[in-house]
C-alpha cells in the first residue's frame, strides 16, 4: 500500500478520487495524462486495496474504497505540511499571496447555513458538484464565475470552497470576487472534509 502511494502523480489521482467515483477517461482529462497512463496508476492503486472499481456499460469506474483511505491521504498531507519546511513555501508559490483570505471554519459555515445568511459557492468542475456537494451551496465553477452570479447580491456574505485546502479553485475565486466588490472568504479546506465530519451533503446538480 506505502508503494501504491509512493507517486506525486497517483497522490494527485487520489486528491481527485476523495471529491467523487471518476471513469478511466474522466480522470485522465482532468490529470492531463493519457488514458493509458492512467489507468495503469488506477490499477495499482487498486490492486493495493486503496479503490474499488465498478461497471458502468463500457466504462470502468474508480471511488476511493473507504474513509480509512482519504483519512491516510489527509493524514500524509497534514505531517508532511508540519514537518517538512518548504511545503508552506510551495504552497505560497502555488496558491498566491492569501493575505487577507482567511478562512472560515466548517462549524462556522454550518452555522451560518442553517441562519440562512450565507451565500456558497461550489467553484469546482461541474462534475464534482454532481458528484457530492455542500447542502445549500451553488455550481460555479471558477471559469464560470463571470456569468454565473447573477442574482448574488454584493451586500450577502459569501464563502466558495474547493477540494481541499491547497486548491487553488477557491482562492481565486476570493480574490475575483472581492476585485467586484463581493463579501468573500473561502472555506478553511474543502469538500472531502466537509463530507468526512458528517456535515450535510448532497448528491446531484
Not at 508503494?3 to 474522466?26: F, H, T, Y
Not at 497512463?37 to 463500457?58: P, V, Y
Not at 456537494?133 to 450577502?156: F, N, Q, Y
Request: glycine fraction near 6%; charge should be neutral.
Amino acid at each position: 500500500m506505502a508503494k501504491a502511494l509512493a507517486s506525486g502523480r497517483r497522490m494527485e489521482i487520489l486528491d481527485v478520487l476523495a471529491q467523487g467515483p471518476r471513469s478511466v477517461e474522466e480522470l485522465a482529462l482532468e490529470i492531463d495524462q493519457s488514458v493509458a497512463n492512467t489507468s495503469h496508476h488506477l490499477r495499482t492503486m487498486a490492486r493495493a486495496g486503496l479503490l474499488d472499481t465498478e461497471r458502468d456499460g463500457t466504462r470502468i469506474v474508480y471511488r476511493v474504497a473507504s474513509l480509512k483511505v482519504t483519512e491516510l491521504w489527509r493524514a500524509i498531507r497534514e505531517v508532511a505540511s508540519e514537518q517538512v519546511a518548504d511545503i508552506d513555501r510551495l504552497a505560497r508559490g502555488y496558491l498566491g499571496d492569501s493575505d487577507g483570505l482567511e478562512p472560515v471554519t466548517r462549524d462556522e459555515l454550518a452555522r451560518r447555513l442553517r441562519r440562512h445568511d450565507v451565500v456558497v459557492l461550489d467553484v469546482r468542475p461541474a462534475a464534482e458538484y454532481a458528484a457530492g456537494h455542500i447542502a445549500g451551496a451553488r455550481s460555479v465553477p471558477v471559469d464560470e464565475l463571470s456569468r454565473r452570479l447573477t442574482g448574488v447580491s454584493k451586500k450577502s456574505q459569501v464563502v466558495a470552497y474547493c477540494r481541499g485546502p491547497y486548491c487553488v479553485f477557491a482562492d481565486d475565486a476570493v480574490r475575483i470576487l472581492r476585485k467586484q466588490k463581493y463579501q468573500m472568504s473561502r472555506l478553511e479546506d474543502g469538500f472531502p472534509e466537509w463530507r468526512d465530519a458528517g456535515l450535510p451533503v448532497l448528491i446531484g446538480a
